[in-house]
Each structure stands twice: as C-alpha cells, then as structure tokens.
C-alpha cells in the first residue's frame, strides 16, 4: 500500500499485466517500461567467435521488417557466463543501437547483427573462392596473363568469409581466375 516504484529512466509503460490490489509476489513482472529513441538488441555469439568480440566494438544491424533503414551500434554488454542450446556454446551479446528515431523500429522485431571487429581501408580484394594452398602449402591465386593462367604465391590479410585481403603479390587491374 505505500511502496513507491521509481523507474531508472523517463519512458513509456507498454504494458501492466497487474491490477490494482492484485497480490504479487518479488519476481512478479508489475508493469513493462520502454524507453522512447533508446533501443538495445541481444545476440548470441558462438564460442569460436567471442574472443574476438569487445566493449565498444561498431556493429551493424539488419532489421527483417526494414531491410531499407541501415541501423549502427556498439556492442554494450559481453555475458561472462555461456550457455548451452543444441550443443552449441553460447554467449549473450547486447548491442546498444545508435539513434533509431524515425527508423520504424519497434520492440520486439527479428533482427541479426553483424559485429565488426576488424576493419581495413584502401585495400585489394579478391573473392574467397580465388584463394587456395598449393602442394607446398604456400597461399596462391591463379593470375591471367597474356591470355595465360599462371598460379602466384599472395600474403593474404584478413576475410569476411567472401571476400580477402591481399598485401602482396597481386596489383589492382591484373585479373584473376578460378
């Protein structure tokens, strides 16, 4: 009868699942509050991938229902502990979106994130299929010139899964080939 409920934030109750003189109990959900222009997104990270995944690190976030409104974060909030789902390790990853005013982004809605954790600028890319391992080893591409197929050692840098860095061996405008 006289507690008083004060919200960390100024927003907006979406929902209240109790009535007034309802018995509740500590974990009983009261009311939901939203906060207007402030969203967040959870994601799991597989183990493989979460070594690599930091505080503050730039990602980029695919709404479903707005494949046009390009929408930018920051990963806020790494879970320390993983669960397990199939099998599969998990960590919980929470994304603090940039300003999603005027986006049309409503909680709730099914979106991916694409966390970015290594960025370079300026540089030769070759599509991953191009890239292989001789019988040495040695990482080549096959290079056309003259009309002919030669293979070329390269030094790759980092990849996206689709496309790769080349430091050297290769220069912008040869053509390469399967």
Not at 66 to 75: E, I, K, M, Q
Not at 106 to 121: F, K, L, N
Not at 151 to 176: C, H, N, P, W, Y
């Amino acid at each position: 009868d006289k507690a008083t409920l004060s919200a960390p934030f100024a927003g907006t109750i979406t929902s209240l699942p109790v009535d007034e003189g309802d018995t509740v109990g500590a974990i009983t959900t009261i009311l939901h509050l939203v906060e207007p222009g402030r969203m967040e997104l959870k994601v799991q990270v597989d183990e493989i991938d979460i070594p690599v995944v930091k505080i503050e690190q730039r990602a980029i976030v695919k709404v479903d229902a707005l494949p046009d409104a390009p929408l930018t974060g920051r990963v806020s909030y790494i879970t320390p502990i993983p669960r397990k789902e199939t099998g599969v390790t998990l960590f919980d990853v929470k994304i603090s979106l940039d300003s999603t005013n005027n986006t049309g982004l409503r909680a709730g809605m099914s979106a991916s994130a694409d966390i970015v954790t290594t960025e370079r600028y300026n540089v030769l890319l070759v599509p991953d299929r191009v890239v292989r391992q001789n019988n040495q080893g040695k990482t080549v591409i096959n290079v056309v010139v003259n009309g002919q197929t030669e293979e070329r050692a390269v030094v790759t840098g980092i990849s996206d899964g689709f496309q790769t860095e080349i430091i050297s061996g290769l220069k912008e405008g040869e053509t390469v080939a399967q």
